[in-house]
């Protein structure tokens, strides 16, 4: 099996336009989680996400910026970002050994919720010409193939909650094979739709707005969590065949080494401490290494009831006693819950805090549930820390559980 590292990163997230910017202010204790301002957020019971500003004109042109759903402009932008860093010069006759996996939950989110609004509320007959090609769930994979003229595999994955880290795990799994030499890997979401908000909203899982403070209402592994907050945004890697990014002198952020993918078919929303154990075993076994190796785990930690214990468990069931003395902390206060995205975001998280020897916290942390009784990392960031090996965990509704090892390129 050839192996595979990472020769760029791409971010477009609620705490920065890239991937520095991302990792500076998430070791800093920052939240992108606020109040919503848009005119629906009244209809809202609880009116907080992790939004992204930004201007889409200051990237695309107008005439292509009317083909593009906000979850294709993300994607976009984080894998020019990733190919800008990697010093990737795609010519003709390699374009058909370099592929595209892009994970996505909901697609193009923002035009389906637009279109409705149109037909139903309006009472119009008519819709956008490129609806469809807005809308359709592979739009930001195929926008990013025909941006780089990359004619090998190009693939998109939904899978809910794990969806960018299945799309990782199996780019990495092709490079390894030989079915390609190099994939743009990761995932895009632009869920803050008012529909879409209402949705999650009728499932009883989003946070209860923290009313002294709306950015902290996202608590992962505290006594008082009430629920994820939704965000926006995504993250792009470049995979590589290591021996060709060597030969290249391309700069290489980590090398990817496990990809555990196990289906818990328990319940489509109940997670169990069984499912997600199988995953990080197999993730392990992929990556050759005993549970003793790990040195930090990014964990799924959404905050909500359900999820933080039962991760918990899993981890414990996995790791023994070694599971208390790994540093385990959840990314999703800061940037909020990205769904088909959260993966690959906390993957870079990962990967970045390897690299730079600091530990991301796990915010509003301030009364650990009992349940939960690990070392969360709780406020502050921890620098100093030498990491060789981390595990991201990702695991989702419908049951698919993915989680991705990444170490330090010896």
């Known amino acids: ?29 920052a939240s992108g989680v606020r109040r919503l301002e848009q005119a629906f957020s009244s209809r809202l019971a609880a009116p907080i996400a992790a939004c992204i500003d930004f201007e889409a004109g200051e990237y695309f042109e107008a005439p292509r910026l009317r083909m593009l759903d906000r979850v294709s402009q993300f994607a976009l932008i984080a894998a020019r970002q990733a190919i800008d860093e990697s010093g990737l010069r795609v010519t003709g006759e390699e374009s058909g050994r370099i592929g595209v996996a892009i994970g996505t939950g909901m697609g193009g989110a923002q035009t389906m919720d637009e279109g409705y609004g149109i037909l139903y509320e309006e009472g119009s007959d008519r819709l956008k010409p490129f609806t469809v090609l807005m809308a359709m769930v592979n739009a930001a994979a195929s926008w990013i193939a025909n941006e780089y003229e990359l004619a090998g595999p190009n693939l998109t994955y939904s899978t809910a909650c794990s969806s960018s880290a299945v799309a990782i795990g199996e780019a990495w799994s092709k490079i390894r094979i030989g079915e390609a030499d190099i994939m743009l890997a990761g995932g895009s979401e632009a869920p803050l739709s008012f529909g879409t908000l209402k949705a999650w909203e009728a499932l009883r899982t989003l946070a209860s707005e923290d009313t002294k403070n709306p950015a902290a209402s996202c608590k992962p592994f505290d006594k008082k969590r009430s629920g994820l907050v939704l965000g926006e945004g995504a993250a792009v890697l470049v995979l590589e065949e290591m021996e060709r990014a060597l030969r290249r002198g391309a700069p290489i952020h980590a090398e990817v080494s496990g990809y555990g993918l196990y289906t818990d078919c328990a319940h489509l929303t109940r997670p169990t401490v069984a499912g997600q154990a199988h995953a990080m075993r197999r993730a392990l076994a992929s990556a050759d290494i005993s549970h003793g190796a790990v040195d930090y785990i990014n964990a799924h930690g959404t905050g909500t009831l359900a999820n933080d214990p039962v991760e918990t468990a899993a981890i414990r069931e996995v790791f023994g006693a070694h599971a208390f003395e790994i540093p385990v902390s959840s990314t999703k206060a800061a940037h909020g819950h990205l769904l088909g995205a959260a993966g690959a975001m906390e993957l870079a998280a990962s990967i970045l805090a390897m690299e730079k020897g600091i530990i991301p916290p796990t915010l509003h942390l301030d009364e650990p549930d009992p349940e939960c009784d690990l070392d969360y990392v709780p406020l502050q960031a921890r620098p100093g820390c030498r990491l060789n090996t981390v595990m991201s965990n990702s695991f989702a509704f419908g049951g698919t559980n993915a989680v991705l090892i990444a170490r330090a390129l010896a």
């Open 1 to 29: 099996m050839r192996r595979v590292v990472v020769t760029g990163i791409g971010v477009v997230s609620p705490l920065g336009l890239s991937g520095q910017a991302f990792f500076e202010q998430l070791v800093a204790g």
